[in-house]
């Protein structure tokens, strides 16, 4: 399995660090995980597309992780794309119904191929991968999602947005590589959102191989306070997540 960073950064508008978006391939097939404004052009940077993509994992409907899912539909509809593969769009519980009111309406979903939208179930097969999801805790309004990816004896999560949660050490346990969530610092934690001393502990608690911390907010000081934060919690090997990283997890 591969994963190349699309955006590690937030909402917040930075040339250095996109909105959060991620790309999965695993074996010949190709997912996005989040679809935040940018993705559609940073696929193209890395030299994927949108055309080639099996399906989507939205871990939740907060604008920075959707920003780029609307335009990505409208462009499956338009002259020129030639594919008859299905794409799979899942999201959160709630999600098949947002995509309805919100997103139908302004970019019909295409008719040339299967596309299939689906609130994702808590675990399910799909193109010889096992995914599973987990609630998260991080929205009032709405609900999201991590996601765990399992191939050939590997395990790859993606946290979404969320807080602490006991239960995300469960869901996170024996993964090869974990994409955490880090929106500030420790002494600057917002409610539904992790910190890299919390990352660093779920990653200690579930014995994670890799943790790559993202989804970062401008800070004053150099990034490296992440990775100071972290490692007083965590030994393991750990990176911060940088746009077009690309991290391979080999069977
Ligand atoms: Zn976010
Ligand atoms: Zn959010």
Redesign the pocket.
Known sequence: MKVIVLGSGTGVPSLRRGSPAYWLGVDDRQYLIDCGSGTLLQLERIGASFRDLDGAFIT?V?A??IGDLTPMVHAMRLPGLTREKPFTLHGPPGFTDFFNRIIAPVAAPPTRFPFLVQDAPLAWNMNGLTILSHPTP??DRFA?RAYRFEHQGRAIVFS??TDWDDGLAGFLTGADLALLECSTLDDDKVE?HLTPGLCGRLAAMARVRRLLLTHFYPIDGPDSLFLDQCRAQFSGELGLAEDRLSVEIAP
């Open positions: 939740h907060h920075d992780h991080h929205s999201s979404g947005d539904g």
